[in-house]
């Protein structure tokens, strides 16, 4: 994404690269904020509760989505 022209110099992008910059940015902020994001300074306790966290809303969201899922298909 960090091409330039073989011209003149100038980078090679316009508009495609100032979206693909902005969402890199939006993504690294959105995981930053992530309640489940473990940071470098967190202890080993925090960690385990964290990647704990992480697991038991992964199967909430398991569970929500089947029943979705299941309510959608039993009409038909």
Same mark, same amino acid.
């Given at each position: 994404?960090?091409?330039?022209?073989? !011209?003149?110099?100038?980078?090679?992008?316009?508009?495609?690269?100032?979206? !693909?910059?902005?969402?890199?940015?939006?993504?690294?902020?959105?995981?930053?904020?992530?309640?489940? !994001?473990?940071?470098?300074?967190?202890?080993?306790?925090?960690?385990?509760?964290?990647?704990?966290?992480?697991?038991?809303?992964?199967?909430?969201?398991?569970?929500?989505?089947?029943?979705?899922?299941?309510?959608?298909?039993?009409?038909?």
């Amino acid at each position: 994404m960090k091409d330039t022209c073989e !011209h003149c110099g100038k980078g090679l992008g316009g508009r495609d690269l100032e979206y !693909h910059e902005i969402r890199e940015k939006d993504s690294k902020a959105n995981k930053e904020q992530w309640i489940f !994001h473990i940071k470098e300074s967190d202890g080993p306790l925090m960690v385990l509760m964290k990647k704990t966290g992480n697991l038991f809303y992964t199967i909430y969201m398991a569970i929500l989505t089947f029943l979705a899922w299941l309510i959608a298909v039993l009409p038909g």
